[in-house]
């Protein structure tokens, strides 16, 4: 089974500082990972996602992520936040494995709060 | 293109009473998705379609039924609606739904409070 645990349930930038959005998970093998955007009153919108090849993934509105195995992490960053950024987002796996792979295990999400 | 629309956006119900939650999809995808979301908790899925004329159960099924009508449309039916059911409901579809690497587009959201 495969899980995904979002280290803080808020965070808060200030504009054009850095954000760092942390994702771990947990499965028998290394899964695909995605990030989601939820903005306020909306649905999820993909920010990005890693299947194979490069570790470092770039999304965007300038977000990006890198794929380490070795620390079973997908952290989420972005050098300079703006305000618009204010949202929620969520970290996703899923297994590379057929039968349930098409189910998306999501992360309980991060608020992200930029303020001026 | 409106890609996933859902109906309604809003709806309030009283403990016992029946509903149906509609979606549909205009990029022909082949899988469609519901999940429900609650606070803490990310999302979870419901039931999922992975093509016309299939569906199956995610982690919460509990107390839902669903139906793929045909290629565009996936609806979701409360029976009985109960206090532990008010939460916000998305809809999601994906192109192909066998590949793991598809990504999930979602609708807006149905947020329904019962009562």
């Known amino acids: 089974a495969q899980s995904v645990t979002q280290l803080g349930s808020h965070v808060s930038v200030s504009e054009g500082a850095l954000v760092l959005l942390r994702c771990n998970y947990s499965?028998?093998?290394?899964?695909?990972l995605f990030w989601y955007v939820q903005y306020p009153n909306q649905g999820l919108q993909l920010l990005l996602k890693?299947?194979?090849?490069?570790?470092l993934v770039k999304g965007i509105n300038g977000f990006e992520a890198e794929f380490k195995k070795s620390e079973t992490s997908f952290h989420l960053t972005k050098p300079s936040a703006h305000m618009s950024d204010a949202a929620e987002y969520f970290c996703?796996?899923?297994?590379?494995?057929?039968?349930?792979?098409?189910?998306?295990?999501f992360g309980s999400g991060t608020q992200l709060t930029v303020l001026p | 293109n409106a890609g996933v629309t859902q109906t309604p956006k809003f709806q309030v119900l009283k403990t016992g009473q029946s509903m149906t939650l509609q979606c549909a999809q205009d990029?022909?995808?082949?899988?469609m998705y519901w999940y429900r979301q609650d606070p803490g908790m990310g999302l979870r899925l419901i039931y999922y379609?992975?093509?016309?004329?299939?569906?199956d159960k995610g982690e919460v099924p509990n107390g839902y039924n669903v139906s793929r009508l045909n290629k565009r449309e996936f609806s979701l039916r409360l029976e009985s609606a109960a206090p532990s059911q008010t939460s916000v409901y998305f809809c999601?579809?994906?192109?192909?739904?066998?590949?793991?690497?598809?990504?999930?587009?979602f609708g807006p959201g149905t947020r329904l409070t019962v009562l």
């Open positions: 999601a579809s994906s192109e192909r739904g066998a590949t793991s690497t598809d990504t999930q587009y």
């Open positions: 990029m022909n995808h082949n899988s």
């Open positions: 890693y299947t194979t090849g490069a570790t």
């Open positions: 379609s992975a093509s016309e004329g299939t569906t």
């Open positions: 499965s028998s093998v290394p899964p695909y």
């Open positions: 996703a796996v899923r297994a590379i494995s057929s039968g349930s792979a098409r189910q998306l295990t």
